[in-house]
């Protein structure tokens, strides 16, 4: 059974810092990664997708890197800005029709 | 605003009471999928459909019915409301679910629906 898992659950950065995200899955047969941002009582944004057959994507200030072989993903964020406050998910897609969740990072950014 | 449009907001139930959550989207997405969000768990999947006449069952099926007659709509029922159902719950669609293009496996969500059992 694919599990996604998550680490840190909480990340406190000061304003300025580059930063890392991780996320982990246990089988390495999936389809695609997406990263998601999640505003308190909102929904889910999607940031970015990773194709199986992708190393990484970027976007902006944002970079995300797949390692099928290994189940791991990091998404990196650079100059963090208090905006970037929110909950990142990660969501793997097995194959199939279903997405899988990990439980989200939740990150706040101090001025 | 093209997307993913849920009703209602929020919902209080008395347990044992029955709902019907709504989800319409306008993007003519053959995919769409119901979760719910609940502390600590990340979102599971409950019911999930990949166009219209067509649904199946996720990971936490139990106590809901979905039907998808139209693309644009995927309502999600409650049976019969209990304590535990008490959460967030989102609606979720995506153009196709099959390879090909990246970016029509991309889920869009809508706002979501809390809903508190009693």
């Known amino acids: 059974k694919q599990e996604v898992t998550q680490i840190p659950a909480a990340l406190s950065v000061p304003e300025g810092e580059n930063l890392v995200l991780n996320c982990s899955f246990t089988d390495s047969a999936i389809y695609n990664l997406q990263w998601f941002r999640q505003d308190p009582g909102k929904g889910l944004t999607s940031l970015l997708l990773?194709?199986?057959?992708?190393r990484e994507q970027t976007s902006g200030r944002l970079n995300a890197s797949l390692d099928k072989s290994s189940g791991r993903s990091t998404l990196y964020i650079a100059a963090s800005q208090p905006g970037d406050s929110a909950t990142y998910l990660c969501?793997?897609?097995?194959?199939?029709?279903?997405?899988?969740f990990g439980a989200g990072t939740r990150l706040f950014v101090k001025a | 605003n093209a997307g993913v449009t849920q009703t209602p907001k929020f919902q209080v139930l008395k347990t044992g009471q029955s709902m019907t959550l709504q989800c319409a989207q306008d993007m003519n997405h053959e995919y769409m999928s119901w979760y719910r969000q609940d502390p600590g768990m990340g979102l599971r999947l409950i019911h999930y459909?990949?166009?219209?006449?067509?649904?199946d069952q996720g990971e936490v099926p139990n106590g809901y019915n979905v039907s998808r007659s139209t693309t644009e709509d995927f309502p999600l029922r409650l049976l019969s409301a209990a304590p535990s159902q008490t959460s967030v719950y989102f609606c979720?669609?995506?153009?196709?679910?099959?390879?090909?293009?990246?970016?029509?496996?991309?889920?869009?969500f809508g706002a979501g629906s809390r809903l508190t059992v009693l």
């Open positions: 990773i194709q199986s057959s992708q």
């Open positions: 459909s990949v166009g219209a006449g067509i649904t």
């Open positions: 969501a793997v897609k097995p194959g199939g029709f279903k997405t899988i």
């Open positions: 979720a669609s995506s153009q196709n679910t099959g390879t090909g293009i990246s970016g029509a496996n991309v889920l869009t």
